[in-house]
């Protein structure tokens, strides 16, 4: 991503802490970064079937 022009910020967890990082960042984009979101993001932006099932194996990997 930084290779891009974009900057990763860090911050606490939760919502509203998310939401300040933002404003004080001036961000255009700001979410939790965990792997099942960004699977989740791939399967929709390439409509790669098989990544849903990555993504699928992971969750269950993680329930266990």
Request: charge should be negative; glycine fraction near 8%.
């Amino acid at each position: 991503m930084t290779e891009h022009g974009s900057t990763l910020v860090r911050s606490r967890v939760g919502h509203s802490f998310i939401k300040q990082a933002i404003a004080d960042h001036d961000a255009v984009f700001g979410g939790p970064a965990n792997i099942e979101s960004l699977l989740r993001l791939i399967v929709e932006a390439t409509g790669d079937d098989s990544m849903n099932q990555v993504r699928q194996d992971l969750i269950a990997l993680l329930d266990r």
